[in-house]
């Protein structure tokens, strides 16, 4: 038989004090200390364990999977933004303006004619002058809180319904958007402090509402996609608000829409966006 083909002899087995040496490379050599001191505290932390398993919670104490998705700092935050919230119905929601005129008596001229004589006389001089009312204009605008727009809406609604396609259905959904700036932090904070249920299951619900906090800018949207088709007013438009136009467009909706309704935009998004990461 060659010599390649030889088997070396197997060597002896090493003994558990120098196998020790080898665990984690040396970073903790020597053999490791007992992990309880006396066996009676061994007995007790191995019947905890049994009576763990009976009740199938298999998971560790510090399991990443039992912390909690939603902190207290967060959880602030988010009632915030709900205040927030309901504080912007208060805020003007509406804005429109009235073209009026003041018609005050203006100097508009002087105008003088001198006449001589060959003596070198004074002249007779004679003046004139004139004044004629000239028109001015200035704008008075008016505003309206999204609360007080819900207090309006009789006299509001009856114009409204008396339009065209366009103007009936951007009004139902700014409507619709007053009621959810109502209704969201409601939600909002019952089910940030008085959902019942372990934690993952308070973070899984909550997940859900925060997710309705999308509708409020999805309306507004939609009301500025309807406002590109355009549409009639079923009342003097221009002699009511100069600002919304001859028809209902674009330009009226931007200059009807007040700061409030995107306070509430704001806060509402960010509620939603902080759903994203639960």
Partial sequence: MAEGDKRSPVGSRINEKDRYRYIGFEVFPGAPKDLFTNDAEKEKYVEALKARRQSEDTLRDDCKLLEER????????LAVASVVI???LFMPWYSAYKVVRDETPTQTGQSSATGTTYQGARANEEIITGQVARARTQKVYSQISGLGAFVA???IG???FSSGFGVILSGLLMLAYGLLCLGLPV?????I???KGKPDEQALQLKKIMRLNWLPL???VA???ISFFGGDFGFDAPATFASLGESYSVATVFNTLSWGIFVAMAASLLVAVKGIEI
């Avoid at 939603?70 to 935050?77: F, Q, S, W, Y």
């Fill in 70 to 77: 939603v902190g207290r700092g967060e959880r602030l935050v």
């Fill in 86 to 88: 309901l504080l912007a």
């Fill in 153 to 155: 809406i009789g006299d």
């Fill in 158 to 160: 009856g114009k409204m």
């Fill in 187 to 191: 939600l909002n904070l019952y089910t």
């Fill in 193 to 195: 402090y008085g959902t």
């Fill in 218 to 220: 999805l309306l507004l």
């Fill in 223 to 225: 009301v500025l996609m």
